[in-house]
């Protein structure tokens, strides 16, 4: 891996303006990411042509200033029986519909994406993780694939591995709460709990390609595969992907937005300029991610016990189902935020001591960049995964405890987490830990991430050359 970064270096100047495309998988966090990538890579003069459905296209233009480089293109969703029209991303699922419908969406992209793919030409194909489909198109017409994945490098090892372990052995369901074989961590695995809640991702129907299927062919399908990650976090699982894989693995840093200005009364940054330095536990869960009412009143009544200040951001529907009482009881020292709160800031702020969330990578990157510690509360996908890896294995985090059976969870799990992290010694040392390994990702604006980036487009330009 080391060898694929410095045998490319060319310069910006010798090259012409290449034309990729990228197309990411239907999900906010996902097109975040990827637009991330899309700035960076435009910036250094390719020509990009980001392609998604179009409530997400009308999304990505609320959200962005026009960017010349970037050419924004709609590819209608086809109507699909139980899937609800406007539904065309998994920020819109609770609106009706299932994950699978919105892949079964997308999996009907295919010929449309084939005859759109034929007129615009581009020199490569940047794509999710979703869409196996692609690389054999592009194959057809000679442009190279790169698949980005935008979860850790330990998660889609993890996952990988088992895939290999079930086409190995014929097996249906591999052990989860075993790492593969050869996998260099002991302490990255699924419970007990999360083992049977995902097991289901392994089985084979006929007519359905499923996810660890999806991964494992858009590996050997791409030319190279792009992770949101760094070797200074990652990189003993870069090295396994590209030993089991037999692909050039490059991580082009994580994926993260510029701060940018807001207005000085912003609600949130001004109740935090009033709390003591390194204080407050800032609670989010992010867009998607819905909770319990059982969950939710352990969580708000843990936070409650463990007498800390907390600004808790939380979805609107949820949070009319806290404990009856909370707000007013928590009112001296909680904020809580039912609407769009500034993540970023917010963590940047000093304020801030801790982030308890549910461990996706995104925010995972987030919370690195500002040197905040975590209290992880995995809830769905890879995120447990994730946690294990924060929290055991690189010691950045303290996990709140679960019951094994059916991954419960108690206020006094809660609190025993967040004082810990927030109270104890060995909350302290944590908070060291994340502080060194911040310093040295923040580095990536002029070292690191740079040097990720040019290495990348170096790459890209010399396979171009070679076509």
Not at 51 to 69: K, T
């Amino acid at each position: 891996m080391e060898s694929l970064r410095s045998d490319f270096g060319s310069t910006e100047a010798e090259m012409r303006q290449l034309h990729v495309m990228m197309v990411p998988w239907l999900s906010k966090s996902h097109i975040r990411a990827f637009l991330e990538l899309a700035k960076k890579l435009g910036a250094h003069g390719l020509k990009i042509s980001f392609l998604s459905a179009p409530l997400n296209i009308r999304w990505i233009r609320q959200q962005l200033q026009p960017i010349p480089e970037i050419d924004l293109l709609e590819l209608p969703l086809p109507s699909i029986d139980g899937l609800p029209e406007g539904v065309e991303s998994t920020a819109d699922l609770k609106r009706g519909g299932t994950f699978g419908l919105l892949l079964k969406a997308m999996d009907e992209w295919e010929k449309s994406f084939e005859a759109l793919l034929e007129r615009i030409s581009p020199d490569l194909v940047i794509h999710d993780m979703t869409q196996y489909w692609v690389s054999p198109i592009a194959a057809k017409m000679g442009i190279p694939t790169i698949f980005f994945v935008i979860t850790s490098a330990s998660s889609t090892g993890f996952l990988l591995g088992q895939e290999a372990t079930v086409v190995e052995k014929s097996t249906i369901v591999p052990d989860l709460t075993v790492p593969p074989p050869g996998f260099p961590s002991a302490h990255v695995r699924h419970s007990s709990f999360g083992a049977r809640k995902h097991r289901d991702i392994f089985q084979k129907k006929e007519g359905h390609v499923n996810m660890p299927e999806r991964w494992s062919m858009c590996f050997k399908g791409s030319w190279v595969i792009a992770f949101n990650s760094c070797v200074e976090l990652e990189g003993k699982y870069l090295e396994y992907l590209e030993r089991t894989t037999g692909r050039s693995v490059l991580p082009v840093g994580m994926q993260m937005p510029d701060l940018t200005p807001l207005p000085a009364d912003e609600r949130c940054l001004a109740w935090l300029d009033v709390q003591k330095p390194h204080s407050v536990v800032v609670v989010s869960f992010g867009s998607e991610c819905i909770l319990t009412q059982q969950e939710l009143a352990a969580l708000a009544l843990g936070l409650e016990e463990s007498k800390l200040p907390f600004l808790f951001v939380l979805l609107h529907q949820m949070a009319a189902a806290l404990p009856h009482g909370f707000v007013e009881r928590t009112q001296r020292r909680g904020l809580l935020v039912t609407e769009w709160a500034p993540q970023l800031h917010i963590l940047a702020h000093s304020s801030t001591g801790a982030f308890l969330n549910h461990c996706g990578w995104i925010s995972v990157s987030e919370g690195l960049r500002f040197g905040v510690p975590f209290v992880t509360l995995p809830l769905q996908y890879e995120q447990g995964l994730n946690a294990k890896l924060i929290a055991q294995e690189l010691k950045l985090g303290v996990e709140v405890r679960r019951n094994e059976e059916d991954d419960s969870f108690s206020k006094e799990d809660i609190c025993r987490a967040v004082c810990t992290l927030m109270v104890e010694e060995e909350g302290r040392q944590i908070r060291s830990r994340v502080q060194e390994i911040s310093r040295d990702l923040t580095r990536n604006d002029s070292q690191i991430y740079r040097a990720n980036i040019q290495s990348f487009v170096s790459l890209i330009k010399q396979k171009v050359s070679c076509k």
